[in-house]
T-cell receptor, first 110, second 117 residues
Framework: QKEVEQDPGPLSVPEGAIVSLNCTYS??????FMWYRQYSRKGPELLMY????GNKEDGRFTAQVDKSSKYISLFIRDSQPSDSATYLC??????????FGAGTILRVKS | GAVVSQHPSWVICKSGTSVKIECRSL??????MFWYRQFPKQSLMLMAT?????????EQGVEKDKFLINHASLTLSTLTVTSAHPEDSSFYIC?????????????FGPGTRLTVT
């Protein structure tokens, strides 16, 4: 079993849709949770960083962490074609290295 | 967010030569930096973790004599690919971690595309 499971997609949605991206993890020791966006041939860009269970909102993005279920989500409201990218979830234990999901390819059609 | 730069953004070199890639944290100090490698349509593969002033810790299967890492200061880490071969052609990405209180945010550079001919 992988430490972090993420559906690779691709996920195709119409412009303006709400997008839901999800990851599950197996190790309850993970305490830090991040979502990255990566465009082709670019480095990953940190979108959201959370430390605890609950929701965190930043503009059109909302990150949700449920530690009891070991489940993390990223919601994108009013999706735009420019949101088309690969979205990587990442989890981390205290002071340790990031563990990435496989990445979900998102395509927003105009 | 914090900014991490990499130089060069792309490089072509001949087989057998060495290539150095620089990674800088521009607006914060990074005690810990990371080097990743990414093949097309695959996720990031961690190569090594470097801490300022100490030797890098390499992941299993990564040749430390081939991929030399130096973390000379709190804002600069370098990766040198020695005696490069075509199979070393890849996208190399560095990352720097902000350590402040309970924050362990990690920021990535734009990547360096290495082509060995």
């Amino acid at each position: 079993q992988k430490e972090v499971e993420q559906d690779p997609g691709p996920l195709s949605v119409p412009e303006g849709a709400i997008v839901s991206l999800n990851c599950t993890y197996s190790n309850s020791a993970f305490q830090y949770f991040m979502w990255y966006r990566q465009y082709s041939r670019k480095g990953p860009e940190l979108l959201m960083y959370t430390y605890s269970s609950g929701n965190k909102e930043d503009g059109r993005f909302t990150a949700q962490v449920d530690k009891s279920s070991k489940y993390i989500s990223l919601f994108i409201r009013d999706s735009q074609p420019s949101d088309s990218a690969t979205y990587l979830c990442a989890v981390m234990e205290y002071g340790n290295k990031l563990v990435f999901g496989a990445g979900t390819i998102l395509r927003v059609k105009s | 967010g914090a900014v991490v730069s990499q130089h060069p953004s792309w490089v072509i070199c001949k087989s057998g030569t060495s290539v150095k890639i620089e990674c800088r944290s521009l607006d914060f100090q990074a005690t810990t930096m990371f080097w990743y490698r990414q093949f097309p349509k695959q996720s990031l593969m961690l190569m090594a973790t470097s801490n300022e002033g100490s030797k890098a810790t390499y992941e299993q299967g990564v040749e430390k004599d081939k991929f030399l890492i130096n973390h000379a200061s709190l804002t600069l880490s370098t990766l040198t690919v020695t005696s490069a071969h075509p199979e070393d052609s890849s996208f190399y990405i560095c990352s720097a971690r902000v350590t402040s209180g309970v924050s362990y945010e990690q920021y990535f550079g734009p990547g360096t595309r290495l082509t060995v001919t």
